[in-house]
């Protein structure tokens, strides 16, 4: 867990990031995937080097 509270998980394939409020976000096979804190999917696209850069940052 980081200093905002956000848990990081990475592997060779899959970065995946909860969020503090409960929001996830995750880039797997090149997509990038976010859900609500209820587990709703918001976002669902190709992950940009942006979105990899940002969560491996976390």
């Known amino acids: 867990m980081n200093a905002a509270g956000d848990k990081v998980e990475m592997s060779d394939d899959k970065t995946e990031v909860t969020?503090?409020?409960?929001?996830?976000e995750e880039i797997e096979?090149?997509?990038l995937e976010?859900?609500?804190?209820?587990?709703?999917?918001?976002?669902?696209?190709?992950a940009t080097a942006?979105?990899?850069?940002r969560l491996q940052a976390l």
């Open 34 to 46: 976010v859900k609500d804190a209820t587990g709703r999917t918001i976002v669902e696209r190709p």
């Open 19 to 24: 969020h503090a409020d409960g929001t996830k």
């Open 50 to 53: 942006e979105d990899i850069a």
């Open 29 to 31: 096979n090149g997509r």
